[in-house]
């Protein structure tokens, strides 16, 4: 592809010789001639300064100097991921139709042109929507309806009753629709609560590799649309996810809390039961949040709290060895001047 | 189901018109007409003071109105467990027999209605109890034992030599008998030390989705009985845990730790290894225990405290803004007194 | 096996009866007359010093007394890894050939003595180095090179065009080359980011059950040779790790970190993007990294620091209830210095 179509395709302005071959996309390190790459991250700039690419893609704001072609577009991560469409390798072709060690109950509905691939389970009652691909070793359970334009990769477990919208994306090994982790004390025993609700997962979800979502003990777990969870995720039953929320790899959400809309919890994070999490929170990395949080706030730490606070009380923290010491001092001085008075009283009853 | 009948099944004294046609269960908020719902979480009294539930299951003790029939508990979740085993929908039933194309090792021993599902592989020397299910894909190693029963999940993965008792649950994708971390340093390089120790899981033992129990280097990691094991969870190799022991998702535990009976870990804790936790010890979420734990504390924090100690440490911490103040008042207070010392002194010179 | 047998073999020196009759491993508490134990955690020399095993393996070093036959050897640890392999039981073997159940796409290149095991899937274009084991239901896509000597578990999952190296051993539900968390916002949306790179394994690469590895945005995800990660990990997308680092359970690396060669990273620590941990650098359980780390330093806590910096940080924290004390003494004296300097001054003033 030549640079000039590339520039056309991102719609962004060209500045050098669009005559020049794009064979492909790299890190501003990596990148070699026929190569374009890509700055969004101020991080890098010394590495675009001195990369070998053919091209870069970068922000129109941006006033750094390249020794390339450029690409100036309004947001490079957006403009870097159309050119990754266009320049990366083509996606997996999945086969339509069944594949013959697939298992597939003669009630379930499968949509036209949905692939089943090979060690597949689709159990009865389940509806599987137009062009969504199961790759390999897939279990849909009894009922689970499922959107069209989904992509279930392989090993993915959804279990019965389960419904997905469109354009899902489930990566490997991601199970849902698991008993939530419910029980109640008997004597020394733990006497299992039936797990009796479903989860609902909204339409462009997208869940990471060997994340769990559990079902609801009663009602559902609702994950909104748009909401993308990363891998090894744990989402308890009864949650409730809003629209276009997003959580990266290793959190873990408790039973019942509610994440408002447009929510981000960054990894490791870690929230109790019960809580509210207002629309457009933020949730730093490893945070352990134990309260409500309010919409559009940014918190962090163990406990939780907003992050600006967080980040005094960590330099009141830092300070404690200068503290110790200035107290050490004014000990110091107030046993001098103790010294002082008991002597000038000493003056004084002598006076 | 009439209302009178449910509240007899529960062993509940009802107040309220027993002729209600119940049909489902629902949470408070949720809950419609032919609902019952349930109150034993405080935090939800004003949703049911306001459901629109036709009955709430309440413990006897609580002293509050709703505007519907009640029936009166002991243990409003114990009940309400109860309740959905009467109320829930038909769980799925899997029909006994080995699925054509499940591969079953010939010296393999199913017991009487066992339920081997498509593409499951039994291997050699393996047993499973009666009335176990295998959903699908799962894999059962080398001389496995599998107690009577039990609920293997889809893509559970039972590596070989393990045993199991009766009445285990495994959910989807979870991995028992998997080598243990261990390894020698040889210069630069990490030699693999063999494990060649096993798994044992008592009776009643519940394994969340992708959780991870690891075979012992030698011996055997040991899950006694009854314990719940949550998402994720990952218990290394030589562990032990004693019965009744409960663990929330994403927990971590270290090699050879050992966990007593009816110990509670809270999600993400994590636990060095070689450690002792007593006999009913709590430990906080995202705690992380360097050190052995009394029988009967409740620890939390990093590195985890008596968490009496760690709140009073954390209310400490909250209030070194105003230690700081208090200091810089007191320097100045202090620097004061000099300055008059000095002029007193002067005074008492020139006196 | 005699005793002086495995004294040989693990290259030790007996001190005791060589003709002692040796059946097996087990831990000082655990064992009995027939059985071999170890010593090298300083931590279980009571339980070796108590111990009814029949022979010791301990360091030359150690100068405690045992109640059996014991061998010296330089390392412990080592020796106990070699008499594993001559005690544990024999590996399971998995026959060569492919399944009738497993599915391998035709232009698949299988070496000599390949076992494709029930259930399996190769696609097109894979190929599997001579004697690699797919134990059962494992996923090999399109493209996907893996080199000899190979074993991957129950249910791994490795995504198109993925490399991986010799002697590569992947534990069971292990996800390799799923696409990394990438997405650029576009009003409330989030945006998929093509993830259009690889991942690469080196040699001797040991993954953990349920781990996850993220296939690179563009470019390449890189682990080295010898690196050895345990259960539940997530490596992100362009997260490059150096030779024979280790990481324990729950480790999770954010997007385009690099570690070095020989880094060690506790269980459940976490480290944010685009970091630099130098060669040989350590990293705590549950520490937070959120800047680079020099090479051979110690870090931990959240926000990790140097660890004895973080230890420092921690006495200091567990003094402040002492600290608060005497800042209370401190302005108490103040007062009292204060009321005195009043009534001297008064006292002046009348003198």
């Not at 675009?48 to 690409?71: E, K, L």
């Not at 392989?154 to 919208?165: A, D, H, L, S, Y």
């Not at 409730?240 to 959190?251: E, Y």
């Amino acid at each position: 592809m030549k640079l000039a179509e590339l520039a056309a395709k991102v719609g962004g302005e060209l500045v050098g010789d669009g005559g020049i071959e794009i064979r492909g996309l790299a890190s501003a390190e990596d990148a070699g001639p026929g190569d374009v790459t890509f700055l969004s991250n101020p991080r890098y700039e010394a590495a675009v300064a001195g990369t070998r690419a053919s091209a870069a893609i970068v922000n129109a704001s941006w006033a750094g100097a390249c020794p390339c072609a450029r690409i100036c577009v309004p947001n490079a991560d957006r403009a870097f991921a159309l050119a990754a469409t266009c320049l990366g390798p083509a996606p997996v072709r999945y086969e339509p139709g069944v594949h013959p060690s697939a298992v597939v109950a003669a009630d379930a509905r499968l949509g036209a042109g949905v692939s089943v691939g090979p060690c597949c389970v689709v159990a009865r009652g389940a509806s599987v929507g137009a062009r969504t691909v199961l790759v390999a070793g897939c279990y849909v359970g009894e009922g689970v309806e499922i959107g069209e334009d989904g992509l279930l990769y392989p090993n993915v477990v959804v279990r019965e009753g389960t419904r997905i919208g469109k354009r899902a994306i489930l990566h490997p090994g991601a199970a849902i629709g698991n008993d939530g982790f419910g029980y109640v004390k008997e004597g020394a025993a733990w006497i299992k609560v039936p797990q009796v609700g479903g989860v609902e997962l909204g339409d462009d979800v997208e869940i990471g590799a060997n994340a769990t979502v559990d079902r609801a003990r009663f009602g559902k777990t609702v994950i909104g649309h748009g909401v993308k969870i990363d891998n090894l995720v744990q989402v308890a039953h009864n949650v409730r996810i809003g629209d276009h929320s997003a959580m990266a790899a290793q959190v873990g959400i408790s039973g019942s809390t509610r994440i408002g809309r447009g929510v981000q919890l960054g990894g490791q994070a870690g929230l109790a039961g019960h809580l509210d999490i207002g629309d457009g929170a933020i949730v730093g990395a490893q945070a352990g949040v134990t309260k409500n949080v309010a919409a559009a706030a940014f918190v962090s730490g163990y406990p939780a709290m907003p992050h600006a606070e967080a980040r005094r009380m960590h330099a009141h923290l830092m300070r404690l060895p200068e503290t110790k010491k200035r107290l050490e001092a004014a000990e110091a001085r107030i046993e001098r001047l103790e010294r002082m008075m008991t002597a000038n009283g000493k003056g004084d009853a002598q006076a």
